[in-house]
């Protein structure tokens, strides 16, 4: 019979511990996060802050919907037919105060990037109820109608299309479907 030489096992052992699936590995790694909507409007990934003049970063993610919200709080502003809620605010911007524009802007701005998942930001304003009902928040103008609702929704895909944002792109459509989700938390409250 031929003799197995120490060469030929250790070049055996060595073949098939490197064939062999190790334990070690699979039973450590984690499987990877599933992206999130936030991820799809570009994630945690930074990028200079266009708005100030330093050299202040800002996430991608949270930079696209922050221009979708200030897009579409001009469309509303400029929207007969529901800016007569935001009475208060347009008084203050038509004075040249634009500290509600900014309060609103960071609160709208931190309330979508939390829906949608982001990690990294708060939401510290008032509950959907409480912001929409006039008798806790008294910077809204009337109680919301089911119509104004639909209207403030059209003018949101509008504000997107104006910050590059076209109107079949595929998170948006999620983004849709989370503001619908809650019509009844902001209608007659
Ligand atoms: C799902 C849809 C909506 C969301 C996520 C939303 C979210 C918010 C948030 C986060 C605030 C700020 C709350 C705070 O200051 O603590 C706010 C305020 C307000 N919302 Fe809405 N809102 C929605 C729909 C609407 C609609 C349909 C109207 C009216 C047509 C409306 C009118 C207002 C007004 C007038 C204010 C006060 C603005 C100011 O501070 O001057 N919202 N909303």
Redesign the pocket.
């Known amino acids: 019979m031929k003799r197995i030489t120490l060469a030929s096992l250790i070049i055996c052992v060595v073949v098939a511990v490197s064939f062999m699936p190790s334990c070690k590995k699979s039973s450590s790694s984690t499987p990877a996060a599933k992206p999130t909507l936030y991820d799809s409007l570009g994630g945690t990934t930074m990028v200079a802050d266009p708005a100030t003049s330093s050299t202040a970063q800002i996430e991608k993610g949270r930079l696209l919907i922050r221009n979708i919200i200030d897009s579409t709080i001009f469309v509303i502003a400029a929207d007969d037919s ?1 800016n007569v ?2 009475k ?2 347009l008084m203050e911007v038509g004075s040249g105060n634009l500290s ?1 524009f900014e ?2 802007s960071k ?2 701005t931190d ?1 979508v990037c939390v829906g949608t998942g982001a990690k990294d930001y708060t939401y510290t ?2 509950s ?1 109820p409480a ?2 009902n006039p008798a806790t ?1 008294p ?2 103008n009337g109680v ?1 109608s089911d119509g ?2 639909t209207e ?1 929704e059209n003018d949101l895909v509008m504000g997107a299309g104006k910050a590059g944002v076209p109107s079949n792109t595929p998170a948006l459509g999620s983004v849709a479907k989370i ?1 619908e989700s ?1 019509r009844s938390s ?1 209608v007659g409250q």
Do not use: K, Q
């Open positions: 529901i809620y935001f208060t605010l509600g309060e609103l609160n709208l309330f304003g008032l959907m912001a929409h928040n910077r809204i919301v104004a609702f403030f503001v809650l902001v």
